[in-house]
């Protein structure tokens, strides 16, 4: 059965503050900790007057951003203490997420007036979020990440100057700014703590857009750092929340897929392989009967990162790690066709980003055979997995890149590799990666 949503901006806006837990934040507050779970839960109460100013104090946002409604009782208005408005627009101006590099930031309320300049202003801003967009999978993390940073942060500044549907759409943009600049710091430069509180505020911006399917996946991403962390009940949380969101949508096909890829591999990280595998079975069945009901196939342009060629090279992985070898063989195999490459025409940015998967399948079915007792085998998958990092290790983090190399020097003959070096020879972003290791 699915956990309820509950409050999701007020769990975002704590967990992106700091506090990875309600106790911690009930402690900041100086509140009890079920205090923190109604507020947290689907129908939160009004908080008291000295409540809600400890909360926009710790928070730095308006009660109204982080999901309370005020009572009709109160639509007068409220009196302030020494001029610190508890929900005001003016209380938004501080604290740690608001002033954090990248941040969302998002503050409703008080914003300029729109002019022409500023329209053509945000659309030049979601342009150039498009193409930042195409560069991941062949810039390396570490310089793309601080190109995508600033683009966040010129789009807060161009957040406060907008109003009405131009505000809208710069808050979409910023959201998937931020939601690009989680994924490089999460899978490129392995910083997941990061990576969760970019995606945190990715989710507050999507929000402020009303794009219930930008903060969905927002959410989804969101899960995937606690997991990691073996924090599981957080990352059911935004799981929970990530599905409310795509319930709102309507989400494709894909989309719907991929949150269960994405549940699935939270079961892995429990070690329950056999629930991930239901799972990825229920996501192919959704890929199978096509769009749904009011949906698309495909999803919106920046849904770019999933299709059936992962979700089979995810599964073959999972396979593998249950210890059922000729599935696992099977499946993966069967991925490979699915993955456009570099040269495939789908585009420079997903053809490495493909091949960056590619090389994970090679890896995972040198695995297998080894497993499975078949060295030649094993070596000669190995042996394609290494050639691919010639292409792929310009887009990827040279830690990795080493990794990769040293979980498939067990399985490389010699001979294989001295092939393998001939080949790489003469290029020097596979050799300089792989240049402290030699057999």
Not at 223 to 236: N, Q, V
Not at 388 to 416: F, G, I, K, N, Y
Request: glycine share 14%; aromatic share 4%; net charge neutral.
């Amino acid at each position: 059965m699915e956990r309820p949503a509950g409050n999701t901006r007020l769990t975002s806006a704590r967990v992106a503050a700091g506090y990875r837990s309600q106790r911690a934040f009930a402690a900041a507050l100086g509140v009890g900790v079920r205090q923190v779970r109604r507020w947290e839960s689907a129908n939160p109460p009004w908080p008291r007057a000295e409540q809600r100013r400890a909360i926009v104090r710790t928070l730095g946002r308006d009660l109204g951003s982080l999901g309370f409604g005020r009572p009709d009782g109160l639509a007068g208005g409220e009196p302030r203490d020494g001029g610190d408005s508890a929900d005001g627009p003016e209380a938004t101006g501080g604290g740690a997420a608001a002033d954090a590099p990248g941040s969302a930031g998002i503050r409703t309320g008080a914003a300029g007036t729109t002019d022409p300049a500023v329209s053509a202003a945000v659309e030049d801003f979601r342009a150039a979020i498009r193409s930042l967009r195409g560069r991941f999978g062949t810039v390396a993390p570490a310089a793309l990440h601080p190109a995508v940073l600033a683009h966040a942060g010129t789009g807060r500044a161009l957040l406060a100057r907008t109003t009405g549907r131009d505000r809208q759409r710069m808050a979409g943009a910023l959201a998937e700014t931020l939601l690009l600049c989680g994924r490089i710091e999460f899978s490129g430069l392995r910083m997941p703590e990061r990576a969760g509180r970019s995606w945190l505020r990715a989710h507050e911006a999507a929000e402020e857009a009303g794009d219930p399917l930008l903060a969905s996946a927002a959410l989804a991403h969101a899960a995937l750092a606690p997991g990691r962390d073996g924090h599981h009940d957080e990352a059911s949380e935004h799981l929970a929340g990530a599905r409310a969101g795509a319930g709102r949508g309507p989400a494709s096909a894909e989309f719907l897929a991929w949150l269960d890829a994405v549940e699935a591999e939270g079961e892995v990280l429990r070690g329950d392989t056999a629930a991930a595998l239901r799972l990825i079975g229920h996501a192919e069945d959704v890929l199978s009967l096509g769009p749904s009901p009011g949906g698309e196939r495909d999803g919106p342009e920046w849904f770019d990162w999933f299709g059936p060629g992962r979700l089979a090279a995810f599964k073959g992985a999972t396979l593998l790690r249950a210890g059922r070898l000729a599935r696992a063989r099977e499946t993966l195999l069967r991925s490979l066709p699915l993955l456009s490459s570099a040269g495939s025409g789908d585009g420079e940015g997903a053809g490495h980003a493909e091949d960056l998967v590619r090389t994970t399948v090679y890896k995972d079915l040198a695995e297998v055979e080894a497993a499975a007792g078949d060295p030649e085998a094993a070596c000669g998958y190995a042996c394609r997995a290494v050639g691919l990092l010639d292409v792929t290790s310009r887009a990827m983090d040279p830690e990795r890149a080493r990794e990769t190399r040293e979980a498939l020097m067990p399985h490389l003959h010699r001979e294989c590799l001295r092939d393998l070096e001939e080949q790489l020879y003469g290029v020097p972003a596979a050799v300089g990666a792989f240049a402290d290791r030699r057999v």
